[in-house]
């Protein structure tokens, strides 16, 4: 039997932990209620309730999870409203939408290497960066061909 006083409670835990990693503490409020949501979508008059905020901090909040791919909006059929419902796998668009931000960090690192020259311990430090940043990206398919394949493994899909 679910028990909504422990869903809200580990709920805003785990915006805590997304808040921690960088995350807007509101958006991470919301992407958790509506994970946490029987229903297939809200609208977000229904996610302000939950939250018992204001429209315009869940309005926000939303608009910043649709730009990250966490979130997708579709029209409420017969209602000027909109609902807002999780795309079928969250993790996988957020993780593919940030590669092209470690290629922009290895490109980075490396005009920042070129400019310090080589031999010191700056030059290597940025080097290193530049290169976990290359690794992570080249990385990134095959740990996303890795992880469809543990989801049909495992009946996720």
């Known amino acids: 039997m679910r028990d909504e006083e422990q869903v809200r409670m580990a709920t805003e835990r785990m915006a805590m932990v997304f808040t921690s990693w960088g995350f807007p503490r509101m958006a991470a409020r919301v992407l958790m209620t509506v994970m946490t949501a029987d229903e297939d979508a ?6 302000g309730e ?3 905020v204001s429209p315009a901090a869940v309005s926000g909040a939303v608009r910043y ?3 990250v791919g966490m979130l997708a ?5 017969g209602s000027r409203s909109d609902v807002y419902r999780l795309p079928d796998n969250p993790w996988y668009e957020a993780t593919v939408l940030k590669n092209d931000l470690f ?3 290895a490109t980075m690192a490396e005009e920042i290497g070129a400019a310090l020259g080589e031999g010191t311990p700056a030059a290597r430090r940025v080097q290193t960066m530049n290169e976990y940043f290359k690794f992570v ?3 990134l398919p095959m740990l996303m061909d890795l992880w469809r394949k543990y ?3 495992h009946g996720l899909d």
């Open 42 to 47: 809200l609208t977000a008059g229904q996610i």
């Open 151 to 153: 989801k049909v493994e």
């Open 65 to 67: 999870l649709l730009q």
């Open 50 to 52: 939950r939250l018992a």
């Open 73 to 77: 909006k579709e029209p409420q059929i």
């Open 137 to 139: 990206h080249e990385s």
């Open 103 to 105: 290629v922009t960090m």
